[in-house]
């Protein structure tokens, strides 16, 4: 069998675990391990297989599975379709019901829409075939200043403004002389605002003097990476990071390190317009 065929396999064997599993535990970190996938990049991995991020997927089969029942049992209640098909309340179910199909369960039950059925349950797997510049190279260990974003991202240029203080007032991290770099710890599509983290980071040399900013010292490890170039604002970065785990990956023959990926910014703002940035894209491999 072939690396490709293997990698499809390993994400049917996901799906079906889904469906044979709604009411239960289906968290990134037991799908994963369904998968025999890194936790660090199964969403983006199943993201690009299947079109949508998992969590929307899992809520989508929930709420099929209910529909189902609603329709086609009708002795069953509103509260035994919720419960299994995994929602915690006939409340939770009813909110997220009425949210994809603009109706309650009840009415829906009356006089389904099967229009409207059709579309949200029509699974957008990407079919556009990207020709991606991938180079493998042995990266070796940066020691870096890191300022840790933590919350919504729409609140990180806030976090960016205050690094770039720091490295302006420290010098201990010049932009024209040290690399610049962006480590997302985990999916924006996929976790809660709250629960955001991503690292703002800079070269370093020596150890980072105490500051107010809070920039601590930190590093990227050495080791083997796939690195894609990136053009144009990093808000779409995702365009140029799913290709690689859809298309590149599954016939590589390559194997994920349990570490997040990582950005090295090529281009200065302002200096650079956004939409003519480069961003290298690294994504470590064993």
């Known amino acids: ?54 969590a929307r997927y899992v809520q989508l089969m929930r709420l099929r599975r209910a529909a189902h029942r609603l329709l086609g049992q009708p002795e069953h209640s509103v509260l035994d379709a919720a419960l ?72 990180v240029s806030e976090s960016v403004r205050r690094f770039i203080d720091w490295r302006m007032s420290s010098g201990q991290s010049p932009v024209a002389s040290s690399r610049s770099f962006g480590i997302p710890y985990n999916h924006p599509d996929t976790t809660a605002p709250e629960d955001f983290r991503f690292a703002i980071c800079g070269e370093i040399h020596e150890a980072v003097v105490p500051n107010v900013q809070g920039v601590r010292e930190s590093s990227l490890p050495a080791g083997r990476c796939a690195v894609v170039r990136h053009v144009g604002s990093p808000d779409h970065i995702g365009e140029t990071i799913y290709p690689i785990y859809r298309d590149w990956l599954p016939g590589s023959g390559e194997e994920l390190r349990d570490h997040p990926l990582f950005f090295h910014y090529l281009s200065i703002y302002p200096q650079t317009p956004l939409e003519q940035w480069q961003t290298d894209i690294y994504v470590p491999i064993r």
């Open 1 to 54: 069998m072939s690396v490709n065929a293997l990698y499809q396999q390993r994400f049917e064997t996901v799906l079906a675990y889904i469906e044979d599993n709604l009411e239960g535990d289906l968290s990134v970190e037991t799908l994963s391990a369904v998968a025999h996938f890194s936790a660090f990049h199964f969403h983006r991995q199943f993201s690009a297989y299947v079109g949508v991020p998992v």
């Open 84 to 155: 299994a098909a995994g929602f915690e309340s006939p409340e939770a179910f009813s909110r997220a019901f009425r949210r994809a199909f603009g109706h309650a369960p009840s009415a829906f039950r009356r006089r389904p829409d099967w229009q409207v059925w059709n579309t949200v349950f029509a699974i957008p797997h990407f079919s556009r075939s990207i020709t991606m510049q991938v180079r493998i190279v042995d990266f070796a260990a940066v020691r870096l200043a890191a300022l840790e974003h933590r919350g919504p991202p729409s609140q």
